[in-house]
Structures are given as structure tokens and as C-alpha cells.
């Protein structure tokens, strides 16, 4: 990393860190652009080749996640099946990161629950997500999802990862022990997609008529 894309991901890093300061000190629409920025020793105008918005700073990891998932997916190994690589995936962003179990984590949590803006922006994310990862399950593996299943698992996936994060950040005390966070998050997407870990893989022709697909006559 050069010298200037180290500067930029300190400043962008101290954008986050003066924002969670001041959304649960101050309350998220109490403070302004310009509030955060100067608590972070960064101009206003500049906030903006960082973030697009005040919602964008609590999102700061998600392009992240994404590229974890198209990366595993394209390095996948040849005897990799679609739900081992998802779950590869959600490995290394934890190794890679703490934000699924940390303090923004709780905050951006709460703020979806109570701040419409936030939780439009949350859900806008979430699906843009998940239909990119869905469409690079399709392309790689062919002969085992339609685009149907791919958006079916990469549905699954998501929201276990979502639903235990719910759970789990409710409560305070988790945000003491990170990797618990994790391994309970993990466990509850290996039970999410244990269906699609144990199910048998048809061929493609067999599989498009068991979802009602009527396959053209040889000749």
C-alpha cells in the first residue's frame, strides 16, 4: 500500500470512528456532516470523496464483504460446492475484520431499527449484495444453480449471517469477545445452508425438469 493510500485509509478510518462517537453521544440526526469532519481534523468538502452521505459511514465494510464473496468464489477449488465457498467467504472477512462484532456493529444495528434513512440505506446494500454474489454463483457454477437458486441461497446466507447478528449484538456483553461473535455467527450459517451442503447435485437436465423447466426435444 503506498503512502497515500495509507493517509486515505486513516482518514477515512477516523471518519468512522468521530461518526460512532458522535451518533451515540449526540444522536444520529443531531449530527451533521460538518460535525463529523471537524471531530475527525478533515474538511467538509473532502468528507465527501470518502462518503457519499452520513448512512454511508455506517456501511463502511460492505464493498469489503462483497469482494470476499466474488473472490472466493473465483478462486474456488475444483470439487468446491456453491455453499462451502459462501461460507469460506464469511471466514475470511472475519479473520480479515472485526466490524460484524463491533461497536458500530451495535450502533448500526440499533440506528436501522429506529432511523428510516438508515435502515433504506441498510436494506438497499443488503440487496445489492446479495443479487451481485447470486449472479457470480450462477455464472460459476452451471450445472448445480439456475439463477433462481443462486439468489435462493445467497438469500439463505445473508440472512442467517443478519439474523444472528440481531441476536447476538442486543446484548453488550458479546461485544467483549469478538471471535465469539463470530464463531456464533458461523455457526448459525453452517446450520443455514446445511439443506444446501447436504443436498445431492442433479445433473442439469434432471434438475431443470424437477423445477417444472421444459427442456427442447433432440433431434
Not at 493517509?7 to 460512532?20: E, G
Not at 446466507?157 to 443478519?162: H, K, L, M
Not at 467483549?176 to 458461523?186: I, L, N, T, Y
Not at 448459525?188 to 442439469?204: E, G, H, M
Amino acid at each position: 500500500m503506498s503512502l497515500r493510500d495509507r493517509k486515505r485509509a486513516r482518514n477515512r478510518q477516523a471518519l468512522v470512528d468521530a461518526a460512532t462517537e458522535l451518533f451515540e453521544r449526540n444522536g444520529y440526526d443531531e449530527t451533521t456532516v460538518a460535525d463529523i469532519a471537524a471531530a475527525a481534523d478533515i474538511g467538509t468538502r473532502t468528507f465527501f470523496s470518502y462518503f457519499a452521505s452520513k448512512e454511508e459511514l455506517l456501511f463502511p465494510e460492505s464493498d469489503a464483504r462483497v469482494r470476499a464473496a466474488v473472490e472466493a468464489i473465483e478462486s474456488r477449488a475444483p470439487d468446491d460446492g456453491p455453499a462451502e465457498v459462501l461460507l469460506r467467504a464469511l471466514h475470511k472477512v472475519g479473520d480479515d475484520s472485526d466490524d460484524m462484532a463491533s461497536r458500530l456493529a451495535a450502533l448500526r444495528l440499533r440506528l436501522i431499527r429506529t432511523v428510516p434513512a438508515v435502515r433504506g440505506r441498510g436494506l438497499q446494500i443488503q440487496l445489492d449484495a446479495q443479487r451481485e454474489i447470486a449472479t457470480h454463483l450462477a455464472r460459476a457454477f452451471p450445472d448445480h444453480l439456475t439463477e433462481v437458486t443462486a439468489a435462493a441461497l445467497t438469500g439463505a446466507f445473508v440472512g442467517a449471517v443478519t439474523g444472528a447478528l440481531q441476536v447476538l449484538l442486543d446484548d453488550p456483553e458479546q461485544l467483549k469477545d469478538p471471535s465469539a461473535v463470530q464463531a456464533a455467527v458461523r455457526q448459525a450459517t453452517d446450520v443455514a445452508l446445511t439443506p444446501w451442503l447436504q443436498a445431492s447435485i442433479f445433473p442439469r437436465e434432471q434438475r431443470e425438469r424437477r423445477e417444472g423447466v421444459v427442456l427442447p426435444q433432440q433431434t
